[in-house]
């Protein structure tokens, strides 16, 4: 598939088959995500595998769509204001590399804001100096959604002499 297919095609997927997604090849779109952009070579991702107990405490009305992986991704602070800006952005660029690459093997992902409140922080022993980006639930898409239309890009460019 070609890259702008690839990107075109991504849904956010809020019901998910019971089948499991191997673990290893969760890794090699991991190890992919990592070759995001990061300023200062700050590699400021880390990513934590929720197991059953902790899933479990997680407050999440739809259980993440039945999702059978669920992961939390976090961004460590930098020493300055930009800095960590610039690392939560890198994060952000991992996180979609994450999502694309899940998904050109037919495996969707939903990344759910749920997990930053402080409650689930706690629960998640997400420490003081780490954003946490976000939950990422994955697994097969038991239903794809149609796209969601998006503003004209022309409506989105400003150019300046
Ligand atoms: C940082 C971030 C947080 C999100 N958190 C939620 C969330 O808590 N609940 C939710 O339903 N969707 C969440 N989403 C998914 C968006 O709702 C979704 O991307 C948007 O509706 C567009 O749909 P699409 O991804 O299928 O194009 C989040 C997306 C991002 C980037």
């Known amino acids: 598939m070609k890259i ?3 990107i075109k095609s991504r849904r956010t997927i809020k019901k998910f088959r019971s089948e499991l997604v191997d673990e290893n090849l969760v890794k090699t779109w991991l190890d992919a995500a990592a070759m995001a952009p990061n300023h200062r070579m700050t590699e400021p991702w880390e990513i934590i595998f929720i197991g059953p107990e902790t899933r479990g405490k997680l407050n999440h009305k739809t259980n993440f769509g ?3 992986t669920l992961l939390a991704v976090l961004s460590r602070h930098g020493a300055t204001k930009v800095e960590t800006e610039e690392n939560f952005a890198a994060t952000a660029c991992f996180i979609q590399n994450f999502n694309l690459a899940a998904w050109s093997e ?3 992902t939903f990344w759910s804001s749920i997990g930053i409140t402080g409650q689930n922080r706690a629960l998640l022993s997400v420490p003081d100096h780490y954003d946490l980006l976000g939950v990422l639930a994955i697994g ?6 149609e796209p969601k239309p998006r503003t004209p890009i022309d409506n989105k460019l400003k150019f300046l002499p």
Request: no cysteine.
């Open 106 to 108: 037919g495996v969707g």
């Open 140 to 145: 097969y898409p038991e239903m794809i959604p």
């Open 4 to 6: 702008i297919e690839l």
């Open 66 to 68: 039945n999702a059978p």
